[in-house]
Nanobody
């Protein structure tokens, strides 16, 4: 059974930073691309960032580009999302997900397994 567990969320003031982690069990992540998404109640889930299997290729939504950095440690079966210069509009539940592909994927439909998410709240 594949499980993804996110952690690191919390409440911060605008301009602050958080580092999210996503630990995967039941599947070795080293040959799969992974991604981060976020969702606000009543709105569609939206793409945040993705990273290829080896970590060489990354992609970001324009709204977070230059502020967020995705990385992975395959030895720890974990990916990370470093979030700097946070804004109130970044407030959401952040979810990680894993694909069956090696290349970075921006589309929700490409992802096979999802975590439950971690709440990030940014106050002004």
């Amino acid at each position: 059974q594949v499980q993804l567990i996110e952690s690191g969320g919390g409440s911060v003031q605008a301009g602050g930073s958080l580092r999210l982690s996503c630990v995967v069990s039941g599947r070795t992540i080293s040959t799969y691309a992974m991604g981060w998404f976020r969702q606000v109640p009543g709105k569609d889930r939206e793409f945040v960032s993705t990273i290829s299997w080896g970590g060489v290729v990354t992609s970001y939504d324009d709204s977070v580009k230059g502020r967020f950095t995705v990385s992975r440690d395959n030895a720890k079966n974990t990916i990370y999302l470093q979030m700097n210069s946070l804004k109130p509009e970044d407030t959401a539940v952040y979810l990680c997900a894993i694909t069956d592909a090696r290349s970075a994927q921006r589309e929700i439909a490409a992802y096979t397994y999802w975590g439950q998410g971690t709440q990030v709240t940014v106050s002004s």
